[in-house]
Nanobody, 123 residues
Framework: QVQLVQSGGGLVQAGGSLRLSCAAS????????MAWFRQAPGKGREFVAT????????YYTDSVKGRFTVSRTNAEKTVYLQMNSLKPEDTAVYSC????????????????WGQGTQVTVSS
């Protein structure tokens, strides 16, 4: 079982960039699919991006396509979310998550979660 610790996030103006990191401890990180989800104030948690264990497949929610990039370094047991051209509607608490097997978009498939990090985009 992995444990996930997030870093990054903060306050940025619209159009700016941030990078989130999610570092895993434990064994077999290379066997886990990873994903990012976010939860805006007053809303439910929504899928943002996912990457499969071998980094050969990524998938994004429509609202972030072309702006966000998910990547991972298995040797360093870390997954990243590079966020460019940020918009005020991207403001949310972002969480990374892990699951065994292939990458999916459902929160119910992910069994291990990071602590969450706030991203605030000002207009």
């Amino acid at each position: 079982q992995v444990q996930l610790v997030q870093s990054g996030g903060g306050l940025v103006q619209a159009g700016g960039s941030l990078r989130l990191s999610c570092a895993a401890s434990g064994r077999d990180f290379s066997g886990y699919a990873m994903a990012w989800f976010r939860q805006a104030p007053g809303k439910g948690r929504e899928f943002v991006a996912t990457i499969n264990p071998a980094s050969t497949y990524t998938y994004y929610t429509d609202s972030v396509k072309g702006r966000f990039t998910v990547s991972r370094t298995n040797a360093e047991k870390t997954v990243y979310l590079q966020m460019n051209s940020l918009k005020p509607e991207d403001t949310a608490v972002y969480s990374c998550a892990a699951k065994t097997g292939g990458a999916t978009t459902s929160i119910y498939d992910y069994h291990t979660w990071g602590q969450g990090t706030q991203v605030t985009v000002s207009s």
